[in-house]
Every structure is written in C-alpha cells, then in structure tokens.
C-alpha cells in the first residue's frame, strides 16, 4: 500500500492505495466521480481521458499511486462556477456531439487540451488530435463542428 | 493485475539499488508495461517508477549531438527536440497525444517493439545509449524482437543522437494500432548515409544495408531503383504479408530520400 495525496478538480484527495490501482478506479471508486468512463480497458478508446497538470493522460494507463502531488482534472471539474456548461460543453449539446453520450467525458477533456495549445484548428488538426479518442456511435461529423464552433465562439 | 508495491525514487541510484531486488521492475511511462500487466503477461512484486527522477529530464544540445534524457516524453521531444526536427516529428506522431505525455524515450528503447518507432532513430542516427552502468552503440543495443543488451535492471538514463545533415522517416501507419506497419528512417551524415527499417522484420529494427550503400554513393531515389529488399524474415500477418512489407521498405526508403531533396 501507498500513501497518496493529489488535487482533484481543485479539491484535496488522499488515500492509502494499492500499487496496482489505476488513475480511473481510484476516481471512479474511490472518489465517486463517474463521469471518467471506462469504455476499453486497453489504452485504446479514450473515454477515460482526464488532465493530469494540465496534459491529457489515460486514466486507464497510469497508476493513481503515480499521481501523487498533481492537479488531476476531470469532466466534473469542467462545468463553470455557478454550475452552467462550459462553452465546449454547451457547443457538443448544440450541434449534436453526442449520440448515446459513453466517450463524450473524454471527447471534452481532449477538445479543452487542444484548444488551449491550438485555439484555432483545422478540421485536420481536429481529427489528428483526437486520434485516441473514440467514439462507438460513431458520431464524429457533429463532434469534429462542435469542438469547430467552440473555437470560434 | 497481480499485486505490486510501487517505489518511487528520486535520483538513479536510489532506483538501481531498488531494482536490485530481484523481482523488481522499471516503470517508465507505462503505456506498454500497463497493458501487459493487466493482461498478467509479467508480474513483478516491485515497480520502481522512473518518473520523478530529474536526472533522467531535459534535453540539450552540444557539438552536433542532442542529448534526451531517458525519462522524456514522447511529447517532450516532439517539442523541444528542434535541434533534430526529424526526431521531434518522430515523437510526434507516436500514437495518440494521451499516449505521448506518458511514453518516455527510455520506455521505448527498452521495450524495443518491433514496429516501435524510435528504434529506428536511434539505429540510423548511431545512437549512443547510456545507462547507469554504461554506453551502448545503438548498433550493439538492438539484439531482436523485444530483445536488447540491456541487463536485469539496467535503466536508460539517456540517450544521445548525432544531428545528421538531412533525415527523414517515413512511417506507414497501421491504423488500428497506430505503430509503424513499416517504417523507414535514412539519416545522411558527412561520413554517409544510415538506413534503419521498423515495422517489417521478425527480429526487429534492422539496417538495411545495400540501400546505405547505394545512397551514400549516390543520393538519390534513382539509386534505390535497382534495389529490393527480400521477404525472407520479414513479418507476416492479417495486415500485410511479408513480400508486402518488403516492398513497403524500398517504396518508404524512395520516399524519404525524395522528401530530403
Ligand atoms: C495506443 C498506443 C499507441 C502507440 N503507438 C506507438 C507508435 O506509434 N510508435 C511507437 O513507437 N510506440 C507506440 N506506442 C508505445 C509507446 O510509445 C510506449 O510509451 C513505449 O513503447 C513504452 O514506453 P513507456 O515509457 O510507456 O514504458 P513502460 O510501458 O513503462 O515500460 C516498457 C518496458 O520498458 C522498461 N523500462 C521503462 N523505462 C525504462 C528505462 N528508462 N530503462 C530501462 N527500462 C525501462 C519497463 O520495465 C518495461 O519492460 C503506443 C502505445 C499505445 C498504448
Ligand atoms: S478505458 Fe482508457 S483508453 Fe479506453
Ligand atoms: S456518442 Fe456514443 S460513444 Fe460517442
């Protein structure tokens, strides 16, 4: 067991935990936030992407033993202050970025971590960005205009 | 997963004394060791995690070589590797950008994939591997599939290429897995031209030498024309056969001289 200690949407975590306890269980399980999807298990789909110090990580891919002292993010970190959707969040919900919803906590966390190191992308840089996120609706048209019209807005 | 402890050390010798333990094992980034332990292909007692260590961080540049710390992450060297603007597009384009903020440079040299992409930059660069024991010649430290010189605990504390005068790597992607189906890396420096080849072969990275002979004396596609590369060896799977593969080689070798030009 190991101590471990982070910052989770701002607020303090700490737990004894297993070494082999992933980022996502302890979020899930251990912290109650569920919004962090475990869609593939395999570091292949991206639903569980959160921001560990501001970089997109998959939370299935990293020990949370290994986040000790980081400023974790996740999608229940993301709605603004007075609890409205944020403007990414509120251009999936207007241009249909979503169907059944499963892979959308990821799609947001790598639409915020692009746009803040390209606030003005391409359709092309769009989709390479999102290369490890994937979405079993298959409803990337409308995801690719919404996080199009975020930027813009 | 198996159970494990988790150590995490704060300079090389702290983790070298750590790994002493026999069932002990280097944690770098994760993105392979995870997976693996998830599917109890491996099951240490002891992971000894390489990421807080600040030696193993930063790169710098002097005389013609750039020197990469083995803890840096793909997407580290996608941005700060200008010096050698071939590495820096390299690391860019390994898998996903979740993937590279955990991958690391060490990670991926140890593991030694054989479609992994850095295995090619280090063996057409001339790499020199240092470790907390030693220097290993990239041309010494690839001994096939999954297989290096490193020993039990051994850690990649960085890694340094010599700059060539042009580079260029070509990677045909595999889509589903998003590593190199074939890749072809030629680097040509003053003294000629180096051609590693990932992806395509059972023993993995390999040189391909009649095409470093031909380049280097005469730089140009034109001189690939005469060439083929033999299936024998090469990977055979559903996604492309081993003659496939062998004809991706000069066809991604070509590509990359004419994208140098
Ligand atoms: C979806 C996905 C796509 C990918 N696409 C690509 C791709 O296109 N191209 C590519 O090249 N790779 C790709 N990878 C692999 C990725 O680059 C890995 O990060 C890399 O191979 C392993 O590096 P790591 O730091 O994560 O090491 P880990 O997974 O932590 O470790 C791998 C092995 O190396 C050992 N080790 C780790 N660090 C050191 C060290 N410093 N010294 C000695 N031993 C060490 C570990 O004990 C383990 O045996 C992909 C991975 C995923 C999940
Ligand atoms: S659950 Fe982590 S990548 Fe799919
Ligand atoms: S909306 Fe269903 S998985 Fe993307």
Known sequence: MAKVSMSVNGKPAEAEVEGRLLLSHFLRDNLGLTGTHIGCDTSQCGTCVVHVDGKVVKSCTMFAAEAEGKEVTTIEGMANPDGSLSKIQAAFQTHHGLQCGFCTPGMVMSTVALLKQNPDPSETEIRDYLEGNICRCTGYHNIVKAIQSAAAS | ?261
């Open chain 2, 1 to 261: 997963m198996y159970a494990f402890e988790i150590e995490r050390p704060t300079t090389v010798a702290q983790a070298v004394e750590a790994l002493k333990n026999e069932v002990a094992q280097e944690l770098g980034g994760g993105q392979t060791l995870i997976p693996t332990l998830k599917q109890r292909l491996a099951a240490p007692e002891v992971l000894v995690s390489l990421s807080g260590i600040a030696e193993m961080q930063g790169i710098s540049v002097s005389e013609g070589t750039i020197l990469i710390g083995g803890g840096v992450t793909h997407d580290d060297v996608a941005i700060g590797a200008m010096a050698y603007p071939t590495l820096a597009a390299l690391a860019g384009g390994i898998g996903d950008p979740a993937v590279r903020n955990r991958g690391t440079l060490g990670g991926s040299l140890a593991n030694n994939d054989p479609s992994a992409c850095y295995p090619a930059a280090a063996l057409a660069s001339g790499a020199t591997i240092t470790t907390n024991a030693r220097e290993i010649q990239a041309d010494d430290y690839f001994q096939g599939m999954f297989e290096t010189a490193l020993d039990d605990g051994e850690i990649v504390v960085a890694v340094s290429f010599p700059i060539p005068e042009g580079a260029s790597y070509q990677k045909f992607v595999q889509p589903a897995s998003r590593f190199a189906l074939v890749g072809v890396f030629v680097a040509k420096y003053a003294d000629g031209v180096r051609v590693a080849v990932t992806g395509a072969a059972e023993e993995g990275v390999f040189r391909w030498r009649e095409a470093e002979a031909a380049l280097s004396a005469d730089f140009s596609a034109a001189a690939l024309e005469g060439l083929s590369h033999p299936a024998e060896g090469m990977i055979g799977d559903m996604h492309g056969s081993a003659e496939y593969r062998a004809h991706l080689i000069k066809v991604l070798a070509s590509r990359a001289v004419v994208d140098m030009a």
